[in-house]
């Protein structure tokens, strides 16, 4: 059993009256694990156990070596923490800001709604987690992400009332996870929730002068601490030009404390773990301030090598942005404004790297091509598979012609590598390797 202290039994004993015993009792289970399928990607699998009334969720664990794992389309994440993104559900072409991402889980999910149109700015203010959501965001395979490594107060000077939707899953106490993470708990005192509420204004302050008029605002927490759920509800309402939006409430959902419209999940109510939902609507005039945009800034010999590898080797035309830092290449979505002043952790889509007189495609890119996009492709065996994430070579057939060839496993993009003479090179990135 999960040892959870006097302050917190006593505190919720009286929060929940007559469903505490139920509640408590739930810290006697295991935590519940689920995935979703990532809907970018072209080759789909049917898997059993699909959680009800959910897109693209599943119960279940998915291994890390698994071909489905290591191609992206599976996202590992709990069943009450998919509900967020589905309660965001933003819209084709929207430009959207999660602004606490990692490890990804809900930026991941909102680019299956986005379906490679619109911008999604995925931030994280730790550089280490930063690293972490990059890995998860190249392997999801989406081309309209740029990943920053901010603080919300930094990230509000470059976008001023930018965002159609802004998603804040808050650093919070995490009682919704003492379950899943047991040493959540040895942060936990009295005061913790008042000390993460004090911090999650500051972050929806900046949040608000970066929605656009007319955007919605998704605040979530993995907690049931009033004081960082309805109390913040309460601040954002009276300080701010927003409404809520009511919350359909689906899989034992249950309204929110006061605010009908928001939604609260508890563990006893439905097989996950714990979260807080609200959705508001920005009527108010947002800051006006002009965006100013980026530029191109490849050299004549760049823009060539780029064009020679994409005419050799691709059949999409991309559209956006080609910059490069140092000599990787990248696709910045279209609309971003000038970026000098953002410590960026990935810029936008990582098409490649130029070598003397030559480019070379990155993983990434090969992540996300399908087979209609590319002109050669090698569909690899799944014992092959195990032997080229482990960092061996293949044998092809020798007729192959010499070049660059995306690899796939079950239908799915793993990268780019070179056929030379009968054998494919192994360029699987050495920090994903199996041991
Ligand atoms: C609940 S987690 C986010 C989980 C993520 N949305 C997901 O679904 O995978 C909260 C995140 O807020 C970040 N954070 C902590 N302090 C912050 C601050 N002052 N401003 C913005 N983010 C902060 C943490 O590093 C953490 O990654």
């Not at 911008?119 to 392997?139: D, Y």
Request: glycine letters at 8%.
């Amino acid at each position: 059993m999960t040892h959870l202290s006097s302050d917190f039994i006593e505190k919720y004993t009286k929060l929940l009256a007559a469903e505490a015993p139920a509640f408590f009792e739930t810290f006697n289970e295991e935590a519940v694990s689920a995935f979703r399928v990532n809907p970018l990607k072209e080759s789909q699998q049917i898997f059993p156990d699909k959680i009800p009334n959910m897109d693209w969720s599943y119960y279940g664990k998915v291994s890390g070596k698994s071909p489905e794992h290591v191609t992206g389309l599976v996202y590992s994440q709990e069943p009450a923490a998919q509900l967020v993104g589905q309660v965001a559900k933003p819209q084709k072409g929207m430009k959207v800001l999660d602004l606490a991402a990692a490890p990804g889980g809900k930026s991941t999910h909102l680019l299956s709604y986005l379906e490679n149109t619109g911008i999604l700015v995925s931030n994280e203010i730790s550089s280490k987690r930063s690293k972490i959501l990059v890995e998860n965001i190249e392997r999801f395979g989406a081309r309209n992400v740029l990943v920053t490594n901010e603080t919300a107060n930094r990230l509000a000077q470059v976008f001023p009332a930018y965002f159609d939707m802004i998603v804040l899953d808050a650093p919070c106490s995490g009682e919704g996870m003492f379950r899943k993470d047991p040493s959540a708990m040895d942060y936990w005192d009295s005061d913790y929730p008042t000390k993460c509420a004090t911090l999650q204004r500051e972050i929806l302050e900046s949040a608000m002068h970066m929605l656009a008029a007319g955007g919605y605002l998704v605040y979530s927490t993995c907690t049931w601490s009033p004081e960082e759920n309805e109390e913040i509800v309460s601040w954002l309402l009276e300080n701010y030009d927003v409404e809520l939006v009511s919350i359909e409430k689906i899989n034992g959902m249950v309204e929110g404390l006061t605010y009908p419209q928001t939604a609260r999940m508890y563990p006893h109510r439905f097989k996950g773990e714990g979260q807080f939902v609200a959705k508001f609507r920005f009527n108010g005039d947002p800051i006006s301030k002009r965006v100013k945009s980026g530029r191109s800034n490849l050299t004549k010999e760049q823009s060539q090598l780029w064009q020679a590898f994409a005419k050799e080797n691709l059949k999409v035309n991309f559209t956006g942005l080609l910059q490069v830092f140092g000599d990787q290449l990248y696709l910045l979505s279209d609309g971003l404004p000038d970026l000098s002043k953002v410590r960026i952790a990935r810029n936008g889509l990582h098409l490649g790297v130029f070598k003397k007189k030559r480019f070379e495609p990155s993983y990434a890119l090969g992540l996300t091509l399908t087979s209609k996009e590319v002109l050669r492709r090698i569909d690899i065996s799944e014992k092959d598979f195990v032997d080229y994430a482990t960092g061996n070579t293949l044998s092809v057939s020798k007729e192959l012609p010499k070049g660059w060839y995306q690899v796939a496993i079950k239908g799915n993009g793993l990268g780019f590598a070179k056929v030379v003479s009968g054998t494919l090179k192994n360029n699987f990135p050495k920090g994903l390797r199996f041991h």
